[in-house]
């Protein structure tokens, strides 16, 4: 039984945001316990760490260094990976946003690409792509779960449980401005290689002559429609991923999910993954072309985009492609970065949240 000073027990973040129990102590009491030792107390008696009988030996800390070293880690994996395995469907949906009348459906877009390039050509693109995504990955996730915790810890145990939702939107707008100067220059290069034939065969070619004809600046051109299309797309990827896993494990499984195997878990999380990913291509779809456009043709502006693409194109053209593509997607990448946790030995994302009277009886039973 663990003693925890006041001090202590004010920075603890609330139990609902993650499904299994976890140490809610400061960061000076998770060093003391990993290393066995008494730790000063701010009190005046005397406060003692130590850990549980049931804590293996070397697990990782909630919220510790450790832990978002692990989520960062998970990040890179999950989008770096998928993303460049989708790159024959990116590949088709950016020509089919450039140039409708050659590449008019999706089935003619692959046919279009293979007889011009061969098969060679459908993972053209596909460095900047996994490096662009494996940078973006790191920073979503891993300051998604930094900001979480830092906006419940503003809003104190009982707002954060009555507003979660706005916690999981802030929190992933937050990380998502930050991954998106990570990918814009990669995104830059992977668009203009992908849909200018002949401009280069890859990352290593494509950046010195984007450079070369652009400028450094021209690397963040697309910078602002990159938020524009990403910011909405995380937020609508963390929070309807979060709301979807909860509803799944409380009208649709009927055990707790502490009682669910850990493939059945990996399972909700793929599923609860997909559907928020259909969301997710929907409401960043317009944005989308407009990254494509913007980033395809030298000084062109979103009033040139707007008046090309008219307002109906650029919320339909692509977008059933980008469905089936943003789909499975995210679904793979919740299903990667939660096996990523569960393989280092933390819990999946989402689940039943407690009320905020039974955190308050959890942190009173540990006191």
């Not at 145990?157 to 939702?165: C, G, I, L, S």
Request: glycine share 10%.
């Amino acid at each position: 039984m663990a003693v925890v000073s006041e001090s202590s027990r004010r920075a603890l973040l609330p139990s609902f945001l993650y499904s299994s129990p976890a140490s809610y102590s400061s960061s000076t009491t998770s060093f003391a316990a990993a290393a066995g030792v008494a730790a000063p107390s701010s009190s005046a008696g005397p406060a003692v760490w130590a850990r549980a009988p049931s804590e293996p030996s070397g697990k990782i800390e909630m919220y510790s260094p450790a832990f978002y070293a692990a989520c960062t880690a998970g990040g890179v994996v999950s989008c770096g990976v998928t993303h460049m395995s989708v790159t024959p469907l990116d590949l088709v949906k950016c020509n089919m946003q450039i140039d409708p009348a050659k590449y008019k459906s999706i089935s003619s877009g692959f046919g279009v690409l293979l007889k011009e390039q061969g098969a060679r050509g459908f993972f053209r693109g596909w460095v900047p792509t996994l490096l662009g995504y494996s940078a973006q990955g790191a920073c979503k996730f891993g300051f998604y779960e930094f900001f979480k915790k830092y906006y419940s810890d503003i809003a104190g145990p009982e707002y954060a449980a009555k507003y979660k939702t706005l916690i999981y939107l802030a929190g992933s707008a937050s990380a998502e401005v930050i991954a998106d100067v990570a990918l814009c220059p990669m995104e830059a290069v992977k668009v203009r290689v992908q849909t200018q034939p002949g401009f280069a065969r890859g990352l290593s070619d494509g950046l010195p002559k984007f450079v070369k004809a652009d400028g450094y600046s021209g690397l963040y051109k697309g910078i602002v429609p990159l938020w524009g299309r990403q910011i909405p797309y995380t937020m609508m990827k963390f929070a309807s991923f979060e709301t979807i896993v909860e509803m799944i494990y409380k009208y649709a499984i009927p055990a707790p999910k502490s009682d669910c195997s850990k493939t059945l878990q990996l399972g909700v999380s793929f599923a609860g993954g997909y559907v928020a990913g259909v969301f997710c291509a929907i409401v960043s779809h317009p944005a989308d072309n407009l990254v494509s456009f913007l980033n395809n043709a030298k000084g062109a502006t979103v009033g040139d985009a707007v008046k090309k693409l008219g307002l109906w194109g650029l919320f339909t053209r692509g977008l059933p492609l980008r469905i089936l593509m943003i789909g499975t997607l995210t679904g793979a990448q919740w299903g990667i970065y939660d096996a990523f946790k569960v393989m280092v030995g933390l819990p999946t994302t989402g689940g039943v949240a407690p009320t905020p009277a039974a955190g308050g009886e959890h942190l009173k039973t540990d006191a």
